[in-house]
T-cell receptor, first 110, second 116 residues
Framework: QKEVEQNSGPLSVPEGAIASLNCTYSDRGSQSFFWYRQYSGKSPELIMFIYSNGDKEDGRFTAQLNKASQYVSLLIRDSQPSDSATYLCAVNRDDYKLSFGAGTTVTVRA | DTAVSQTPKYLVTQMGNDKSIKCEQNLGHDTMYWYKQDSKKFLKIMFSYNNKELIINETVPNRFSPKSPDKAHLNLHINSLELGDSAVYFC???????????????FGPGTRLTVL
């Protein structure tokens, strides 16, 4: 079983719609959860992090964490063409190691 | 100012050669990392140093040798390059461990290595 699994893409959404990205992790002791965005040919950049169960909102982005289900998600509201990228879920236990999922590629159709 | 920089950006070389990639961060972070991203975009940790001490060494061939002369620099030397080494190599840094939380990592621009 992979440490971090993401729903397979690509995910295509129309402009203005909500894009929903899912991630599950295998290590129940994981404490920190991150969503990185990576544009084609560029490096990953952090867009959200969450530590506690529940929702965390930042602009058009909402991260949701459910530790009992070992599940973390990212919602992108009012999707824009500039949101077209690969989104990487990353999970950290209590050490320096960040485990990444394979990523979900999102395409926002104008 | 560039937070995490890498050189070179592109590296094209023949099989069997030895090459190095350099990384520098000016964020004052304690921890630095090397990642490999293959053609399927999967980002895999290779090494991590905290204050010049090796703390993560994943299952990586010993042809790969990291070196951290100080906590702002982490270099990667690769001996006897193979076709399968072709990938994008990212350097990253983070503030370090803070009670297990908030290990945000800042990535460099990447080095695209092509082995012919």
């Amino acid at each position: 079983q992979k440490e971090v699994e993401q729903n397979s893409g690509p995910l295509s959404v129309p402009e203005g719609a909500i894009a929903s990205l899912n991630c599950t992790y295998s290590d129940r002791g994981s404490q920190s959860f991150f969503w990185y965005r990576q544009y084609s040919g560029k490096s990953p950049e952090l867009i959200m992090f969450i530590y506690s169960n529940g929702d965390k909102e930042d602009g058009r982005f909402t991260a949701q964490l459910n530790k009992a289900s070992q599940y973390v998600s990212l919602l992108i509201r009012d999707s824009q063409p500039s949101d077209s990228a690969t989104y990487l879920c990353a999970v950290n236990r209590d050490d320096y190691k960040l485990s990444f999922g394979a990523g979900t590629t999102v395409t926002v159709r104008a | 100012d560039t937070a995490v920089s890498q050189t070179p950006k592109y590296l094209v070389t023949q099989m069997g050669n030895d090459k190095s990639i350099k990384c520098e961060q000016n964020l004052g972070h304690d921890t630095m990392y090397w990642y490999k991203q293959d053609s399927k975009k999967f980002l895999k940790i290779m090494f991590s140093y905290n204050n010049k001490e090796l703390i993560i060494n994943e299952t990586v061939p010993n042809r790969f040798s990291p070196k951290s002369p100080d906590k702002a620099h982490l270099n990667l030397h690769i001996n006897s390059l193979e076709l399968g080494d072709s990938a994008v190599y990212f350097c990253a840094s983070s503030p370090g461990l803070a009670g297990g939380y908030y290990n945000e990592q800042f990535f460099g621009p990447g080095t695209r290595l092509t082995v012919l």
